[in-house]
């Protein structure tokens, strides 16, 4: 289930990324980053209930302790990709002239001379 929905954001997202909407192109990365999130999570082997450290006593062992690290990971990716969708939308916004026109259609396309 946890391949499924990652096969489900990486594809949806590849085919977002490949539009040519500034706002397709970010809510893919986003898709894709979501996808990587869940990679990492599954790599740290998911589970219910298990302690995150051990007791001093010895109660849980290490095969039934959860490991941080990818959390961790997680939580980093999940900050990079939140400051890199907000980059992309500050230059797409940034890439809008003064009268919302993104520049795509010059003084050479519409066959007027400057």
Do not use: H, K
């Not at 898709?31 to 450290?53: K, T």
């Not at 941080?68 to 797409?92: N, R, W």
């Amino acid at each position: 289930m946890l391949a499924l929905a990652v096969g489900v954001f990486a594809g949806c997202g590849t085919w977002l990324c490949l539009r040519a909407s500034v706002f397709d192109l970010v809510l893919g990365l986003t898709l894709v980053s979501y996808a990587v999130n869940l990679i990492l999570m599954a790599a740290g082997g998911l589970g219910a209930n298990r302690p995150p450290i051990l007791a001093p006593g010895g109660g849980a062992t290490t095969s039934t302790m959860a490991d941080p690290l990818p959390q961790a990971l997680v939580l980093t990716a999940i900050v990079i990709s939140f400051a890199m969708s907000a980059l992309v939308l500050a230059l797409a916004i940034r890439a809008r002239g003064p009268d919302g026109e993104d520049g795509s259609d010059d003084a050479a396309d519409s066959g007027s001379a400057r």
